[in-house]
């Protein structure tokens, strides 16, 4: 299956907040990281998550994926890259629902 | 005795009170942060809040302290000279009074506490303008010590959209606009708040909807936005924000009876007496005004009638002795035309 290479956003969105910006052209790179990942073998792991984790905004939080995903790869369980470069990645995007608040908590008062 | 903790006073929480707590399966951490975690902002989380919302109520267990009161009595007893002004919107028996009553009975155990003093020196009925008229309302303010709680109930009444620019509006603005070294914390309850005027809305700090009305549970809960108003580039701009304390956006503010405060007990009794009876006297002020406008009796008829009884025999008398028009006039100061009319009402030729 082949990757959508439109990466030009609608009007709206470049009107849009930076946030907004930042969140529909990384959903885009994360559509594309799925598509390598359903044919694993003619795509080199390590590049594709590399340069996904690459623009995680967080210095020190990527830094540490990176040797999460390294780790993983070497964990016997796990067995090989492309499982390890999955839970990768769903630890990125659970650090991103966190910082651009993809669920919104709501609190009450008295 | 039902006890009101405040953020100082929950770090000395009784051990009864922790245990009767936890025994009605209310979270103890609603205490001792200030506020209910709900989850995910989703269609449950008013759920998940209503149900210990009810659950304090039905137990009759101390109630958690209030940010929002917290921040309000730090406004108006903060070194800025500043005051709080909110309007509450819902639709008509959603429980307005009963939930603003219940912010100024909460306000005011805060202030007393704080200042050593009285609840009811801070809030009383004499602090509620129930379907006043402007001039009511004016005299509640004329007489109110600084840092009071005031109510304005129906404000549409004094200070209605419709009547923008007549003057009793352009008093009500001026005292609000001026008010701040009073340092009150008023609150106007208006079914929509499009209702009155739109310089008191644009001078409100906070407008507070009863989202959501819980009677049988024994509470309202409502949504509290801080607002504010600006004027730039020839536009008016309005900001509505949620409400935010530790770091955390509050949705949903809960709002009990005035009654379940110790203070403030039978306080509604009296309160929906005296509003009965501001009703009352609503109806038949507006009866008798219809009465006069449906029997209309103009100011023309009434010069006209005046002009009769006091010169008309003397017109009378002269057009019998056949003296001109212009004796007449000079002899009565009437015009030609009110002597020609005085003269067709008397038939006279």
Partial sequence: MQASTDFTPTTELLSGSPKMMYTYFLLNQCAKYLDAMRQPKDVNIDTVTNSLLAFCPDVARRDKLFDKYIERKQDPKIENAVTASILTIGDFQAYLSEVLEFTEKSAGGF | ?349
């Avoid at chain 2, 509604?268 to 609503?282: F, L, M, P, S």
Wanted: positive net charge.
């Fill in chain 2, 1 to 349: 005795m039902v006890t009101v903790y405040s953020s100082r006073t929950v770090k000395d929480i009784t051990p009864e009170d922790s245990a009767k707590i936890v025994a009605a399966g209310v979270p103890l951490s609603i205490y001792t942060s200030c506020f209910m975690d709900l989850g995910p902002s989703n269609k449950s989380a008013i759920k998940r809040f209503a149900n210990i919302c009810s659950a304090i109520n039905e137990h009759e267990l101390p109630l958690p302290p209030s940010k929002f009161i917290e921040f309000v009595a730090d406004r108006t007893s903060g070194k800025s000279k500043q005051d709080f002004t909110m309007i509450i919107d819902a639709k008509k028996g959603y429980g307005k009074s009963y939930s603003s009553a219940y912010l100024c009975g909460r306000y005011a155990i805060e202030m007393a506490e704080r200042f050593k003093q009285d609840p009811k020196d801070y809030f009383s009925l004499e602090n509620c303008a129930l379907l006043e008229d402007t001039e009511g309302i004016t005299k509640i303010m004329d007489v109110a010590e600084k840092q009071q709680a005031i109510i304005i109930d129906d404000a549409g009444t004094a200070i209605g959209s419709r009547d923008f620019a007549q003057q009793k509006n352009k008093n009500f603005n001026k005292i609000l606009a001026t008010c701040r070294t009073k340092r009150w914390f008023v609150i106007l309850n208006v079914p929509i708040s499009s209702h009155i005027d739109v310089q008191v809305r644009e001078l409100v700090d906070a407008s507070a909807h009863v989202y959501k009305p819980f009677h049988e549970g024994g509470f309202n809960v409502l949504k509290i936005n801080s607002s504010e108003s600006n004027y730039r580039f020839g536009k008016k701009k309005v900001f509505e924000r949620k409400f935010s304390f530790f770091e955390r956006k509050f949705d949903f503010w809960c709002a009990y009876s005035p009654d379940v405060l110790d203070p403030f007990r039978g306080f509604i009794e009296k309160y929906d007496r005296q509003r009965d009876e501001a009703a009352n006297k609503i109806i038949r002020e507006i009866t008798s005004m219809e009465k006069a406008r449906s029997n209309p009796v103009s100011s023309r008829d009434k010069k006209r009638k005046v002009a009769i009884d006091k010169w008309g025999q003397v017109v009378k008398d002269m057009t019998e002795e056949g003296k001109s028009a212009r004796a007449i006039t000079k002899r009565t100061g009437l015009t030609d035309h009110m002597i020609n009319i005085i003269a067709a009402e008397m038939g006279l030729k």
